[in-house]
DNA sequence: ACATAAGCGAGACGGTACGTCTCGTCTTCTG
DNA sequence: CAGAAGACGAGACGTACCGTCTCGCTTATGT
């Protein structure tokens, strides 16, 4: 996650420029969906955002930092997390949005992040910190509440079936296989008892 | 993709010592798999072979199609399709190697394998037609199969069902969650019934 | 010739700094000294200056350049022209310092200096024109006083003699030749006929 | 010296090209002429002359000697070492065609080899060691016989007298002096007292 | 009102790896 | 054996980034 203060503005001081973050995180997207991660320089970046390297740096502690948060706010990824008291729409409005991502002009982006990921030990802290846990957590306690609700059966593996949306979903994004508009639904099927 | 000779033998003056190229595919791979992707240079490939650095670039342009190739090598697979007619069984023998194997101290030299193919289209391709395209035919075969012998309810998702095991496994894998001994049997535990 | 700046001082951003110049030439200066222009090497310069190497070629733009003027700074000249009345005695106050640091420490330095300068028209122009043509210019007006004198004969061919002291000089250092403490006595022993 | 057989021609198996020596020679002497010392390569005279490398070390043993034999065969420095029984004639035999050579169209070349030889120390040896040294020799053979035959006074300093001429003329040819056509005639007269 | 503290563009700094080049040696095959 | 071709170990070259550090300047605020 980057330095961001959350809120402050009790700082003395000239306070920073939004401005600059836009540029700098616009930039960096722009550099990252061409090239490659290894492509993007931080250099690169501030001359193309027109802004020092310092005001990175200030903003973000490393090159991995900045460029989670740039592809995240870039694909938008959205950080809701929902809780309705029904699985299946809680695990609709989590996941679709992802399918229609990975299906669309994003996919490039997105498999491409996941590819870098794993080359950058850095990136992929990073993420797996800022963003993945805490869908992870959020999955696993919906399932929980589902279990609860009697939705799910009691003995259900919740860290297993926690795991089986986004895991297919990746699975088939990487592996370049199908997912059609029902795809989601397949899945759920698949995981969550008919209602009697 | 590396500058492989097509084997000709033909050229004249000295031929390339084999015994350099095991040297230095031996070494990328060592470092690789201790350091990762990022950590592999160049020079030290070459320390640590026993080589010079232009023996390295003459036989690949650069350190990213010297890790393909190495990873390539090092990471034989084994493509057993077994089919013994009880789904448990052929399933834990088709897919608990490869758990043992991202278990143990082959896991990073097999995810970024996978990763390097997402870069690499035309290693995916072969890959996928020569490797997985068969596994996965096979695993719905089997899939099929249990259905006719009621070991599944005739409404299966075969498709679907198909690819849970693996995408689970290297969804774990890739994002590096733990998988216990037992692994394997709760995904079956998920996706099979219990026999009444 | 270096890539200097003008010292202006009115460009942005962060200012060289001056002790960086300073411990480069220096370092190169010495290794040049001890080992020679070939023995001269960026990353050992850099080393031996506690400085990247980025930080060399910052200021100069290549090896050559670097040792050029390492050299030029280090071999300051003296530039005394004495007229006492005596011309055994002026010649040996305008020649034996030459000597004395020839066969000094100083000696790789001078030589490869006159080399270099061989190489950089620019250098050795301005050279020519600050230091060695007013030595010559006196040179000669020394002879030509001690010929009105009666030290020398009246036919003397007085741009030539004015040359030999510094040729034999440059010539003995440039091959290597040994200069024996009585090497300038013996030069003008040459020259001067002996008085009666 | 170079490893020349100078003879032989009693080993056994094929012999050498000839035309071989004369390619490479003649490349080696291109590429000097061109670039200087530091741009000969190897690789380079070999591609030019159409030879394997190895066919140039068989005969030279470092770049610094097959540099130096090029430039002499190819400034056709002449090694006769003449003894008429008159030192004027003697001296202007030896040393005319190198004033000639300094001014006409070999100048650049020879300076440049002048030059370079400082700056390699392999060069300078290399060529110290196979050409001056036997020219200095001789010089010095010709002085101490001229005194016996009482050209000059008995008590001539015979090493410093036999540097003179060269000393003077390369001298004038590095710093740009004027060489005019009687400039040997104004050394020897100098040097060598008037026949009563 | 004006000092203070931080932001900003620019770019220097010590490092490290890159990919290229050359050296002088070694190894194959063909005449 | 000579010769053409070219692989080999070694190591310097000059470039490009990284992440940090000054510079001189600008911009809010808080007293």
């Known amino acids: ?10 700082r003395p001081g000239r306070p920073r420029d939004p401005a600059c973050d836009a540029a700098i995180l616009q930039a960096a997207l722009e550099v990252f ?19 020092g390297k310092a005001t990175i740096y200030r903003r973000w502690a490393s090159k991995a930092e900045l460029v989670v948060e740039a592809v995240r706010c870039g694909a938008s990824v959205d950080d809701r997390l ?6 299946r729409a809680d695990l609709t409005s989590m996941m679709q949005p992802l399918i229609d991502r990975l299906r ?15 080359r950058e ?6 993420f797996n910190q800022s963003v993945i846990g805490k869908k992870r957590e959020h999955l696993r306690h919906l399932v929980a509440l589902a279990i609860e609700r009697g939705e799910l059966p009691p003995d259900t593996d919740v860290e297993l ?36």
């Open 121 to 126: 030990p850095e990136l992929q802290e990073q």
């Open 82 to 87: 929902p809780d309705t008291g029904d699985l």
């Open 33 to 51: 969906a061409e090239e490659g991660y290894a492509g993007v320089s931080i250099d690169g970046v501030a001359a193309r955002a027109g802004v």
């Open 161 to 196: 079936i926690a795991e089986v949306p986004p895991a297919l979903i990746w699975h088939h994004a990487l592996y370049g296989l199908p997912m059609a508009d029902d795809f989601l639904e397949r899945i759920l099927n698949m995981l969550i008892p008919a209602r009697p």
């Open 104 to 118: 669309g002009d994003d996919a490039k982006l997105l498999t491409m992040f996941a590819v870098e990921r794993q």
């Open 1 to 10: 996650m980057a330095i961001r203060e959350e809120d402050v503005r009790a």
